[in-house]
């Protein structure tokens, strides 16, 4: 559905180049929610900003639906950008306009007969949940309800592609739940590709089938949600994942725990789907002469699959302690071991 290849963006302020990407491949396939994070300047915005050509890229192609965006005439690439709807951290609605207005005006812009105007923004915002907020302006709604309409306005003109570009950023977490929300609900009616940048880890396990992260104009790591919460490769993924499971001890806690031998380790385990649910632990305790304590505990679903988090302390004499690693790590997803300075607060 979209295929950037080797996209690179350089700007020139003053006499200094910034070089924003450098050298960035990605593909993203349809009907698939597809998730950006990066730190502040890692390069996202201007990322998204390529796919529908805001941001021209000093080189690398752009392929949206099968289109060579860079080869396509103006009038070409306005035609282009109508499948491609895009929705913002602050909104950007007409402050002057009423809600049903602000959805109107996409559709007159774009010379829809006015007499299918009404029905079509009707349709929009019982869609969006504001069929009572018509004739409300842009002041007279909360953050949620401005994002809404500019759902509706991004969804005037049925796009195939929606681009969100940090649009929960600026919303208390509950209302950025109920607007992940629609987001997934447009997807899963729509089958619409949604691609959307963001610094929330939290936004990215909620809704995305894959995740791309980004560092200074590079991206470090992409996969699965599932595989890159299981399995991350990077020190910077690492740290986006803590934000989420948040797999931290009290130190008084660690000062108390008493080895049952010489050799002691905390492990972080990772479960993944069935495997979650199975006695490994039990099986662990039975079959090898080790004490554990269980110091953390997380299990969520990410996408319809569940991915457990512990943090074990295990000790013994030290073959013991190794078999039982052992068999931790044949049994369950992965299995590291930490250090308290790591997990101790
Ligand atoms: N129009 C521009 N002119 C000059 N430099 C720019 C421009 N737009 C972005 N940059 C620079 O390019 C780099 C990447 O910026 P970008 O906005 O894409 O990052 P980001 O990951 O989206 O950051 P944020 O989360 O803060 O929006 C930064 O160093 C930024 O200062």
Redesign the pocket.
């Known amino acids: 559905m979209i295929q950037l290849t080797n996209i690179h963006k350089t700007?020139k302020?003053g006499s200094k180049q910034?070089d924003?990407l450098k050298g960035v491949t990605l593909h993203v396939n349809k009907g698939e929610i597809f998730g950006v994070i990066?730190?502040?300047?890692?390069?996202?915005?201007?990322?998204l900003r390529t796919i529908n050509l805001l941001e021209k890229p000093t080189s690398g192609s752009v392929v949206v639906n099968g289109q060579d965006m860079l080869k396509l005439s103006e009038k070409e690439l306005r035609q282009a950008r109508k499948k491609i709807g895009v929705i913002f951290q602050h909104f950007n609605l007409l402050s002057s306009y009423n809600v049903f207005d602000n959805v109107a005006e996409i559709l007159r812009m774009n010379r829809v007969p006015k007499e299918q105007i009404r029905k079509k923004v009707e349709e929009l915002l019982r869609l969006v949940g504001l069929e009572d907020k018509a004739n409300a302006y842009p002041s007279q709604l909360s953050g949620g309800q401005k994002q809404r309409v500019g759902i509706a306005r991004a969804l005037a003109m049925d796009p195939e592609i929606l681009l969100c570009d940090?649009a929960t950023s600026a919303l208390d977490p509950q209302t950025t739940e109920s607007i992940l929300d629609l987001l997934l609900d447009i997807n899963q009616k729509f089958g619409l590709t949604i691609v959307l940048?963001t610094?929330e880890m939290q936004v990215i396990k909620k809704i995305c089938d894959r995740v791309a992260i980004?560092e200074n104009?590079v991206i470090i790591e992409q996969g699965t949600v599932l595989d890159v919460f299981s399995n991350p490769q990077q020190p910077t993924t690492g740290n986006f994942i803590k934000t989420v499971f948040d797999d931290k001890v009290p130190k008084e806690m660690l000062a108390k725990i008493k080895n049952a031998g010489p050799s002691a380790y905390i492990l972080r385990v990772a479960f993944r789907g069935d495997a979650a649910l199975d006695p490994v632990l039990g099986t662990l305790a039975s079959r090898y002469p080790v004490k554990t304590n269980l110091l953390y505990g997380s299990i969520s679903s990410i996408k319809g699959t569940a991915l457990g988090i512990l943090l074990l302390h295990i000790s013994g004499e030290d073959k013991a302690v190794q078999e039982g690693i052992a068999y931790l790590r044949q049994s369950v997803y992965r299995v590291d071991v930490v250090s308290q300075a790591e997990v101790g607060v």
């Open positions: 700007y302020v910034v924003a990066g730190f502040s300047g890692a390069g996202k915005s201007t990322l940090e940048i610094h980004m104009g």
